[in-house]
């Protein structure tokens, strides 16, 4: 079975930082976590799953949502199956519980795409339990 994983979350300052990872497991040799493009989305309590940003199979390919635009940034290792995401400059809107997702499909995030990455999430075919960050003032 495959899963996701993720770890990292915690409590800081506005302005600290903070990196998330997301591991995958349960792959065998008929699968590769490099078929998958990734993501991270977040919620907070009483508002909709919104988009952080995604990575596409190959790393070639991001995107970000507004809000953490030139604050947030997404990599990926496919050595270790690990997707990562690095916070800096955090603000107490940043607070909420992050999750990692996967899906095969290649377009979902890739340059030139069609697709709304940040709102079709049918796509999306695993998600993590999540971690929750903090952010104090």
């Known amino acids: 079975l495959v899963q996701v994983v993720e770890s990292g979350g915690g409590l800081v300052q506005a302005g600290g930082s903070l990196r998330l990872a997301c591991t995958m497991s349960g792959l065998t040799s008929g699968s590769s976590f490099d078929d998958y493009a990734m993501g991270w989305f977040r919620q907070a309590p009483g508002k909709e799953r919104e988009g952080v940003s995604c990575?596409?199979?190959?790393?070639?390919?991001?995107y970000y949502g507004d809000s953490v635009k030139g604050r947030f940034t997404i990599s990926r290792d496919n050595a270790k199956n690990s997707l990562y995401l690095e916070m800096n400059s955090l603000k107490p809107e940043d607070t909420a519980m992050y999750y990692c997702a996967a899906t095969r499909v290649a377009a979902w995030c890739a340059t030139g795409g069609g697709l709304q990455w940040d709102t079709d999430l049918p796509r999306l075919e695993l998600w993590g339990q999540g971690t929750q960050v903090t952010v104090s003032s």
């Open positions: 990575i596409s199979w190959s790393g070639i390919s991001t």
